[in-house]
């Protein structure tokens, strides 16, 4: 029995049972990965301080996210084809999410659909929207989000057109999937992936499949992605999205101060300092890079949150003490549904919920709502 006590334990437990062309759709970034590996790179050479002798006892990482009570500042981030990586695998996420007391946020690309995690939790999650083309189908999707009790929508702003993922194009990830020799092969060796998914029906897009033209009938998810989501989104279509959404709104995709200040001004609930963890504009800046330019220039107008590169409780510490009040994981969580399904992502939650409360004890430190930049070394 492989004893897991990291992340990284979880991500080599994941690649041996999930199969090739969904383990390779979350470990990767677009062309080059600079962008991916710079993320994770960043935050290690964050150096914290070493503080003894401060009487660490009764210490809390509870917190607050756009009001809400979190157990710790993570959240599960919106990720698509999140059943893929394990048969139901947004239900399971948002159940292991529930249980901890963190925010699970469900991506339009999801397998399960609003309504099936609805059905499957007891309080509400949050609901990631991407503007598609067709504005009468993510209106739909915001009634939908919003009949299901949803009380947040993470609007997506940096995917209106696809950055390539090199390893997606190789396995022939497309919508359906139309895997190559090599994947199908690769299935043989993963059983247990294969058994879970044969005991659902959850096989494609929930929210989407039936509403959008195209879905089934072009060769790779790129260009699905590209004919369907709205490039002319811009500033006014935030707007939009307002006058269809009247419960808390939270912009993602924010990389650049200039923008960070545009979107304090547009009247949301918060921003999420993010590149997409390095899977949109390779060469953009490591998202803790620009962390601290964006908390200057609006921490005090917006709640700013962060992801992009999270791989342990440390990684979150970090974030915190630069001036975001709460980050997200993706991969992390995904690595750990991947390996063992709804325990894999209560494990990865127990494991940051440690190492986040230790470190935070070592920096000399009891609340998390009292971390701050002299926990860095700067
Ligand atoms: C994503 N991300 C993402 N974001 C979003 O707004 N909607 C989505 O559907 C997806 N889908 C998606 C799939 C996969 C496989 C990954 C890995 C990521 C981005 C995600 O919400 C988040 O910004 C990153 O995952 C953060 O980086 P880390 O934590 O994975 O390094």
């Known amino acids: 029995m492989t004893v897991v006590t990291d992340v990284a334990d979880m991500q080599a437990l994941a690649r041996r049972r999930v199969p090739k062309m969904f383990y390779d759709y979350a ?46 500042p993570v959240a599960l981030a919106p990720v698509g084809l999140t059943g893929m990586q394990r048969a139901d695998g947004e239900i399971l996420a948002a159940q292991a999410a529930e249980e901890f007391g963190v ?31 067709d504005r009468g189908f993510s209106e739909n999707l915001m009634q939908r989000a919003t009949a299901a009790g949803c009380s947040a929508l993470v609007l997506t702003l940096d995917l209106q057109v696809l950055g390539q993922r090199h390893k997606d194009l190789k396995n022939g990830l497309s919508t359906p999937p139309k895997p190559k020799p090599h994947v199908l092969l690769d299935l043989a060796f993963k059983p247990r992936w294969c058994w879970h998914m044969l005991q659902t029906k959850r096989r494609q897009f929930g929210n989407i499949h039936g509403h959008v033209s195209g879905v089934g009938d072009m060769t790779s998810l790129a260009e699905w992605t590209n004919s369907q989501f709205d490039p002319t989104l811009d ?22 101060v200039e923008d960070a200040k545009i979107a304090a001004d547009v ?72 390996a063992m399904g709804k325990e894999g992502v209560s494990k990865v939650l127990q494991m940051m919920h440690k190492e986040l409360d230790v470190t935070m004890g070592l920096c000399g430190e009891t609340d998390i709502k009292k971390v701050g930049r002299h926990n860095l070394v700067l």
């Open 27 to 72: 470990d990767t970034g677009s062309w080059t990965q600079s962008t991916y590996r710079e993320n994770e790179a960043a935050l290690q050479r964050q150096k914290l301080r070493q503080r003894v002798a401060c009487n660490i006892d009764n210490r809390s990482v509870k917190t607050t996210m756009i009001g809400q009570d979190v157990t710790m």
């Open 103 to 133: 925010p699970f946020t469900l991506s339009t690309m999801s397998v399960c659909s609003i309504e099936d995690v609805a059905e499957n939790t007891k309080n509400p999650f949050w609901f990631q929207l991407y503007v598609m083309r």
């Open 235 to 256: 500033w006014s279509s935030v707007e939009w999205v307002k006058s269809h959404w009247k419960r808390k709104l939270i912009l993602k995709g924010i990389n650049d």
């Open 267 to 338: 009247g949301a609930d918060a921003i999420v300092v993010s590149n997409h963890g390095g899977r949109q504009l390779d060469g953009a800046l490591a998202s803790y890079e620009v962390l601290q330019d964006i908390v200057d220039a609006v921490g005090d107008k917006i709640e700013v949150h962060f992801d992009s590169g999270i791989r342990s409780g440390q990684d979150v510490f970090k974030a915190v003490a630069m001036g975001a009040k709460s980050t997200y994981i993706g991969r992390a969580f995904i690595y750990g549904l991947g």
